[in-house]
């Protein structure tokens, strides 16, 4: 959900990205962003601005949230299943299928700035305490 509750915000099956307004019924859901690739996660910025997305091609994307266009691409060479911005918004962590830990700082969108190999482990989620 956004951080006023007022939307929430969802990838699907179709890959498409949408918003959806739960005080509407039978709300179809805004598409906001439609790609060609499989959308493995999703994750939106603590202010709503914007959204990261990791897609089947290795390929990860930060998002206008409002208007759905690209606004960076975030390198990374192995595939991320969960993404999550820190509670400042001013980072990206990703949990990747080598059992790597990544994050991107927002200032700086093409930079790892740091991967910790845990050996045969599969991240497939997380969440990040703000007491850090």
Same mark, same amino acid.
């Given at each position: 959900?956004?951080?006023?509750?007022? /939307?929430?915000? *969802?990838? @699907?099956?179709?890959?498409?990205?949408?918003?959806?307004?739960? *005080?509407?019924?039978?709300?179809?859901?805004? $598409?906001? /962003?439609?790609?060609?690739?499989?959308?493995?996660?999703?994750? $939106? @910025?603590?202010?709503?601005?914007?959204?990261?997305?990791? !897609? @089947?091609?290795? +390929?990860?994307? !930060?998002?206008?949230? %409002?208007?759905?266009?690209?606004?960076?691409?975030?390198? +990374?060479?192995? %595939?991320?299943?969960?993404?999550?911005? *820190?509670?400042?918004?001013?980072?990206?962590?990703?949990?990747? *299928? %080598?059992?790597?830990?990544?994050?991107?700082? $927002?200032?700086?969108?093409?930079?790892?700035?740091?991967?910790?190999?845990?050996?045969? !482990?599969?991240?497939?989620?997380?969440?990040?305490? @703000?007491?850090?």
């Amino acid at each position: 959900m956004t951080p006023n509750d007022a /939307h929430i915000i *969802s990838a @699907s099956y179709d890959n498409s990205i949408r918003a959806w307004c739960p *005080s509407l019924k039978n709300d179809k859901g805004k $598409v906001l /962003h439609k790609t060609k690739e499989r959308i493995s996660c999703l994750a $939106v @910025s603590p202010t709503a601005d914007v959204m990261a997305i990791s !897609l @089947s091609n290795l +390929r990860n994307e !930060l998002l206008d949230t %409002n208007t759905g266009d690209l606004i960076a691409i975030l390198e +990374r060479p192995t %595939n991320v299943w969960t993404l999550q911005f *820190s509670p400042d918004g001013q980072r990206i962590y990703g949990g990747c *299928s %080598n059992g790597s830990i990544c994050y991107w700082d $927002v200032s700086d969108l093409l930079l790892i700035k740091e991967k910790k190999s845990v050996p045969y !482990l599969e991240i497939k989620g997380g969440r990040i305490r @703000s007491e850090g």
